[in-house]
């Protein structure tokens, strides 16, 4: 007679506390452990392209800023290569293609710099407009949240993107739409996300 395994119990979760700053971007909480913080560097000093800066701030459901943000960000180099050991030789040296922020514990805005990534083949052999992949844990999210940051001067990538076209709603789609503008010689995309409300970042489940 086999013998009967017993059921484990599912294990206890929580959001994520403060100490996720303290393990994960420890300069930000005060902590000087590491000569470098991993994740600070997404594009590295020789890579091509347009160098740009993404900012924003993460909104809650009734529209006021959360400020104890980790947001994580996974993007191609300007032609479009993700930073992979199948792509040797293909990205710039240096170049990550990967970083890791926090919101500024007193505005709840965050920011990063890197260059603009260009289109990227699917893996369906369909192209994907210029796009930033963004992971988002905070306290009081039991689970990321994934979502995408487009550009807004990439309209005509930006139709005919595979994803994007997911979301049936058009007023939706916009909330994956990063505004371009100029601040002192420098371009800014700004896109702010929002966790609730009417207007709430499409967020995926992957």
């Not at 007679?1 to 206890?12: F, I, K, S």
């Not at 924003?56 to 180099?77: F, H, R, T, Y």
């Not at 940051?149 to 994956?176: C, G, H, M």
Request: aromatic content about 10%.
């Amino acid at each position: 007679m086999a013998q009967e395994l017993p059921y484990l119990r599912e294990t206890a979760s929580q959001t994520a506390g403060p100490y996720v700053h303290i393990g994960l971007a420890p300069g930000a909480a005060g902590f000087d452990i590491y000569e470098k913080e991993l994740g600070w560097d997404i594009a590295g000093p020789n890579a091509n392209g347009e160098r740009i800066r993404v900012e924003g701030l993460v909104i809650d459901g009734i529209g006021s800023p959360v400020k104890d943000v980790m947001l994580e960000a996974w993007q191609a180099n300007s032609a479009g290569v993700y930073a992979h050991p199948e792509h040797a030789g293909e990205v710039e040296e240096g170049f990550r293609g990967w970083g890791r922020v926090i919101t500024d514990f007193d505005t709840g805005e965050w920011g990063f710099d890197t260059i603009k990534p260009g289109a990227v083949m699917g893996r369906d052999g369909r192209m994907m407009a210029p796009h930033i992949n963004l992971w988002i844990v905070a306290r009081g999210i039991n689970i990321g949240l994934n979502t995408r940051l487009y550009f807004s001067d990439e309209e005509t990538a930006n139709a005919s993107d595979p994803v994007i076209n997911i979301v049936e709603w058009e007023k939706r789609r916009q909330t994956l739409i990063a505004k371009r503008q100029e601040r002192d010689g420098q371009i800014v995309y700004r896109f702010d996300i929002c966790l609730q409300g009417d207007n709430e970042t499409v967020f995926f489940d992957i």
